[in-house]
């Protein structure tokens, strides 16, 4: 879902993250000693736009980072339009085989940029396996070595570090440990353990951890221009990810909301016949895809249940349906059957299992809380 923007330059939106370990290492860096950095942390926690700002704020003419809402100087417009000639974005792109170049990923970077430019938390998928070559390496490697233009730095960051070849690594060693005075390098990563010791121990870390509801809610609201309510519910089933906060707040669905609630309320006072009879239907017809986002609604119900007080459902068009069913249950088993549905959400949507068999061992099991408690 690609903001609503009518500002060619409102590219990156002006949102704390509230990433508390980022922002206090970062804003106490002196920029004339940066360190190389490794970002790590869950997916769509903001390491990229994180370290596009960090560049932003490095390379920006004022001495503090110009207000993107405000008269941005040509620097900050040339970031915010992801332009700059001195911040250099390096993706995994797919092989090109035996005829792999120094330029040979340029045209799959252009197309992850341009995604980029229409949604700066996007995340570009290619059919193919990517990684990051030896080839870019070595062109990485030669531009920091010289003089950077119309900037007063070369800031190379590496999105998906992880993907990145062993021999590419190595390259990278000498510098990663010595760069250049005028050069940055930034790794972002979601699994650390996928760079070389070698770079890693090189690298100041810094930590990300899942963004706040609110947080969330913000940017869905003023970047995406998404609903209140629907931001609200993407958010409670973001699991901290503004990536997958904009995936579900594009496919929200009311009819799977209604779907949820009817189910969680037979699953508590009906038997077990109607339980298996209801993960048949559920999973007729339905990819793994809808499948997922069926299960984060009803996850979604029993939250609400569990959460007690009507004021803090978010689910509020449902209060009387919800109110019905928490008489029913004790919250003490409820987190359990949180639980036991983030479960069933990764074997059907990650780990390929049967959907049939998967959703009515997941129904019995709640029926089976809701009568054991």
Request: charged share 25%; proline share 6%; aromatic share 6%.
């Amino acid at each position: 879902m690609p903001p609503k923007t009518t500002d060619p330059i409102r590219l990156l939106p002006e949102i704390a993250l509230e990433q508390s370990h980022a922002d206090s290492f970062l804003g106490s860096i002196d920029s004339g000693h940066v360190p190389s950095l490794l970002f790590t942390g869950p997916e769509g926690t903001g390491k990229e736009y994180t370290a596009i700002e960090f560049a932003r704020g490095l390379c920006c003419m004022n001495p503090a980072p110009c207000d993107l809402d405000k008269l941005p100087c040509e620097s900050c417009r040339m970031v915010s339009r992801l332009e700059h000639p001195g911040i250099h974005l390096i993706h995994p792109t797919p092989t090109q085989g035996s005829n792999e170049g120094e330029d040979g990923d340029v045209n799959d970077i252009s197309k992850v940029l341009e995604e980029k430019r229409r949604d700066i938390f996007a995340k570009y998928r290619f059919s193919k396996k990517a990684s990051i070559r030896i080839a870019r390496a070595r062109a990485v490697i030669q531009r920091a070595n010289t003089k950077p233009f119309d900037s007063p730095y070369h800031v190379f960051i590496f999105i998906d570090a992880h993907a990145m070849r062993e021999e590419a690594q190595n390259a990278l060693l000498k510098l990663v440990e010595e760069p250049p005075p005028h050069a940055i390098v930034i790794f972002t990563t979601t699994n650390p353990d996928g760079i070389l010791y070698t770079i890693r121990s090189r690298c100041q870390r810094v930590r990300f951890t899942p963004l706040k509801p609110p947080v969330i809610e913000r940017i869905l609201e003023t970047y995406y221009r998404a609903d209140a309510r629907v931001a609200k519910r993407a958010a409670a089933l973001s699991q901290g990810s503004i990536t997958r906060a904009a995936h579900l707040a594009e496919s929200f669905d009311d009819e799977e909301r209604q779907q949820a609630a009817a189910v969680a309320a037979g699953l508590t006072v009906e038997g077990e016949s109607w339980a298996i009879g209801q993960a048949l239907v559920v999973g007729k017809g339905s990819n793994r895809e809808g499948v997922a986002r069926f299960l984060d609604e009803l996850s979604l119900v029993f939250r609400d249940v569990m959460a007690g007080d009507p004021k803090l459902y978010v689910n509020q068009e449902l209060v009387k349906q919800i109110g019905a069913i928490a008489r029913q249950w004790d919250r003490a088993a409820l987190p359990g059957v949180i639980e036991r549905i983030a479960q069933a959400r990764t074997e059907i949507l990650l780990r390929n299992m049967n959907v049939d068999s998967t959703l009515t061992r997941l129904f019995l099991d709640i029926h089976r809380s809701r009568q054991a408690a």
